[in-house]
C-alpha cells in the first residue's frame, strides 16, 4: 500500500513545499528526489511519484520561487540587496536541494531533475558527493542562450546580445513577457509543442502550470531566471561527479537538442545510458510516463 506525505520545510526563512510517497515495505537504502524544470512544480511528477514510491521513498519537491514554495523577489548583480529578495541562481537551488536531502531524507538518494531540474540535479550532486547515488537527467536543459555557449562567428547574436541582456533586466519587460505566457491558452499552446505527440496535455496539466502564475509574487523567479546569462552548463558539471548518469530523452523534444546528448554520451565515462523515447518530447516522464517509469526503475536496479 503506497500513501503520499505533504508538508512544509522551513529554509533560509523560505517555506519549502515537498511530498513522499512511499509504500510500506519499502527498501531503506533507496530514495529517490524528484526535481522539476522551469515553470513546473512537484505535481508535473503526478505520473511518477506513486508509481517510484512503490520500490523507492519517492520525494518530490518544488523549487524556490516554483509552487506552492515561497516566491522572494528577484535579485540581479547590479541590484542593491532588499528584504525579502534573493539572487535566483543554479548555486542557490542546488544549495536547496542538497540540503533537503542531508536535513529531510537523510540517507543516500538518487536525484531526478527535467530541464534545469537537471542542471540543479547535478550540481546538488556534487555537492552531495557520496550520498548521491545517481543521477536521472530528463532532457536536460542546455542553456543555448548562455554566454559560454556563444560563437564568435554568430555576429548578428554578438550584436543584439547587449540589448537583449538590458531589456529583460527591466521589471516592466519582464513582467510583461510573464503575463502574456501566464494564461491558459498560451500555455496550452506551449504545451502542444513540448508534448508534439499530444499524450496527457488536459486540464489538470495546464490547472497545475497555471495555478502557481497567479500567485503575487510568481514573477519573480521568471526575472531571476530570465537573467542567467552566465551560470552552470551541464558539461561543466559532469566531470565532477563520480555518480552514475542516466540520460532519458524524448526523441522529438524541440527545444533539447538529442544530437548533443548523444555526444555526452559517448564524451563522459559516468554517463552509463543514453535511453531515447520514441515520439515524445520535453516532459517525457509526463507525455509516455509508463516507459520513463520503466527505464528509471531499470537504473536504479542496475545501481543501487
Not at 513545499?17 to 528526489?33: A, H
Not at 506552492?68 to 548555486?91: C, G, R, V
Not at 555526452?264 to 517525457?284: E, F, V
Not at 537504473?299 to 543501487?304: A, N, R, S, V
Request: aromatic share 10%; with cysteine.
Amino acid at each position: 500500500m503506497s500513501f503520499i506525505k505533504s508538508d512544509n520545510w522551513k529554509w533560509k526563512n523560505w517555506k519549502i513545499s515537498w511530498s513522499l510517497s512511499k509504500t510500506t515495505s519499502y527498501e531503506k537504502n533507496i530514495n529517490i528526489l524528484l526535481v522539476h524544470g522551469f515553470g513546473a512544480s512537484k505535481k508535473h511528477w503526478r505520473h511518477n511519484q506513486n508509481v517510484l514510491g512503490k520500490v523507492s521513498n519517492c520525494y518530490s519537491i518544488d523549487l524556490l520561487g516554483f509552487g506552492d514554495s515561497s516566491q522572494p523577489s528577484a535579485l540581479l548583480n547590479y541590484e542593491s540587496h532588499k528584504e525579502n529578495s534573493i539572487k535566483y541562481s543554479f548555486d542557490l537551488w542546488s544549495d536547496q536541494i542538497s540540503t533537503f536531502c542531508s536535513e529531510v531524507i537523510k540517507s543516500p538518494v538518487y536525484l531526478v531533475g527535467n530541464s534545469i531540474g537537471g542542471v540543479i540535479a547535478l550540481k546538488a550532486a556534487e555537492i552531495l558527493k557520496d550520498d548521491c547515488k545517481g543521477v536521472i537527467l530528463i532532457d536536460c536543459a542546455q542553456r543555448t542562450m548562455d554566454d559560454k555557449r556563444l560563437k564568435k562567428s554568430d555576429i548578428l547574436m554578438n550584436l543584439l546580445r547587449p540589448v537583449l541582456k538590458t531589456l529583460v533586466r527591466q521589471r516592466l519587460i519582464s513582467d510583461t513577457l510573464f503575463t502574456r505566457a501566464a494564461n491558459p491558452k498560451v500555455i496550452k499552446k506551449i504545451l502542444e509543442q513540448a508534448y508534439p505527440s499530444g499524450k496527457n496535455i488536459d486540464d489538470e496539466l495546464i490547472e497545475i502550470l497555471y495555478q502557481p502564475s497567479r500567485r503575487k509574487n510568481s514573477k519573480e523567479a521568471f526575472r531571476g531566471f530570465i537573467n542567467l546569462f552566465d551560470d552552470y552548463l551541464a558539461t561543466d558539471l559532469f566531470d565532477k561527479i563520480e555518480s552514475p548518469i542516466q540520460l532519458i530523452w524524448g526523441e522529438k523534444d524541440p527545444w533539447e537538442s538529442l544530437t548533443e546528448a548523444k555526444e555526452w554520451k559517448k564524451s563522459y565515462m559516468n554517463i552509463k545510458r543514453l535511453d531515447i523515447i520514441q515520439g515524445a518530447g520535453h516532459c517525457p516522464h509526463d507525455e509516455e510516463p509508463e516507459e520513463t517509469n520503466k527505464l528509471i526503475c531499470e537504473f536504479l536496479q542496475e545501481t543501487k
